[in-house]
């Protein structure tokens, strides 16, 4: 199911849908509300004049291109937009939207704690995702009941399951990179039972060899695969990815069941509060290489790729730590530096295939 065949089927039944931009939010809560959450995640491509010409040349493509996007009215059918306080950028955009583009529909704001890590994090989400949860329910008419959310809450730990063990069995699937990629990322916009049964009918597809893809094993990191022929270069030249931080899927994923932690909007605190280390919410860098050298242990990878979006700051700070890290552990590591596009850059090529082949 497209993007557009999701809009138009929850507008049949008259619910709402919403605009998201990345990257941190409860999903479970608009699914309990019967919202569509539709993320905005820069779509590639080059820029048309517009005020993202006002934003300096130096912030990130997510958010230049999404400025460019809500401009030329690619948000003009959705009932709302809802802006997760994660980077500076992001919410720069979230006071520039109205302001340059006169977006007049509901605007809506969750706020992060800026230290994921202390102990307070926890209950100030609680905070955050009640209000939010309540502000939607108001706005749209819908009844914020603790059983339907529990429910959303039960689909979408199958939804991670299902995630969680197609990148665990990748070498079994018969699909390409690009295609789990893009399975992967229906996530962002499908309703909830639609993205699962795609994910179910994959998992039933694997092959029952040891193996299908073979090659040396590597661990992608990043924001957002774009652009998505950087996945058909790692193919071609013979890599495997079995290991997924990028914010746009891994890095969504609780690394613990938060299962009977409290009622149900404890839970979703507590799921957003245990995600892995993610530099667009002022995570700590050393618990961020933490968690990248023990996901390339427990997956067998090879080697780590770095992949950043050009000018994204928190990445960028990350990156002596985990180098320094790399080197320390002796973890091969390949830095890359991209825009939001739909070209991959004939040197990224070359270094990709330099890269694999240092690994075989």
């Known amino acids: 199911m497209k993007r557009q065949d999701a809009i138009d089927l929850h507008r049949q039944q008259d619910l709402p849908t919403l605009a998201v931009l990345p990257i941190h939010y409860p999903r479970e809560v608009l699914e309990a509300l019967d919202i569509l959450g539709l993320e905005l995640w820069g779509p590639p491509g080059p820029l048309p004049d517009g005020p993202s010409e006002r934003i300096q040349a130096y912030v990130c493509s997510l958010v230049r291109n999404a400025m460019s996007f809500i401009d030329a009215g690619g948000i003009d059918a959705v009932d709302g937009i809802l802006f997760p306080n994660t980077c500076d950028s992001m919410m720069g955009l979230a006071s520039l939207v109205p302001d340059l583009v006169g977006y007049e529909a509901p605007v809506f704001h969750l706020h992060l704690p800026r230290i994921p890590e202390h102990h307070a994090a926890t209950q100030f989400l609680r905070t955050e995702v009640e209000r939010l949860w309540r502000a939607l329910a108001e706005q749209y008419g819908r009844e914020p009941d603790l059983d339907r959310l529990d429910q959303a809450l039960q689909t979408r730990r199958a939804i991670e399951l299902a995630h969680r063990e197609l990148r665990e069995t990748r070498r079994r699937l018969r699909m390409g990179e690009r295609d789990l990629m893009e399975l992967l990322r229906g996530?962002?916009?499908?309703?909830?039972?639609?993205?699962?049964?795609?994910?179910?009918?994959?998992l039933k597809s694997r092959t029952k060899k040891k193996e299908h893809h073979t090659g040396p094993g590597i661990v992608l990191s990043g924001i957002v695969p774009e652009p998505m022929a950087l996945l058909d270069a790692f193919e071609e030249a013979g890599a495997v990815v079995v290991g997924d931080d990028y914010g746009s899927t891994g890095r969504r994923l609780p690394l613990r069941d938060q299962e009977g932690w409290g009622d149900p909007l404890d839970q979703v605190a507590r799921r957003m509060a245990?995600?892995?280390?993610?530099?667009?919410?002022?995570?700590?860098?050393?618990?961020?290489m933490d968690y990248l050298a023990g996901l390339v242990?427990?997956?067998?990878?090879?080697?780590?790729?770095?992949?950043?979006?050009?000018?994204?700051e928190p990445e960028l700070f990350d990156l002596p730590a985990i180098k320094d890290r790399c080197e320390r552990d002796g973890i091969p590591v390949l830095f890359l530096d991209t825009e939001v596009e739909r070209e991959l850059p004939g040197a990224l090529l070359t270094r990709v295939e330099a890269f694999v082949e240092m690994l075989s």
Not at 187 to 202: E, F, G, I, R, W
């Open 187 to 202: 996530d962002s916009y499908l309703p909830a039972a639609v993205h699962l049964n795609d994910l179910q009918k994959a």
């Open 274 to 288: 245990d995600r892995p280390p993610c530099a667009t919410t002022s995570a700590d860098s050393h618990a961020r």
């Open 297 to 312: 242990r427990r997956t067998g990878a090879a080697g780590l790729v770095i992949h950043t979006v050009r000018f994204c």
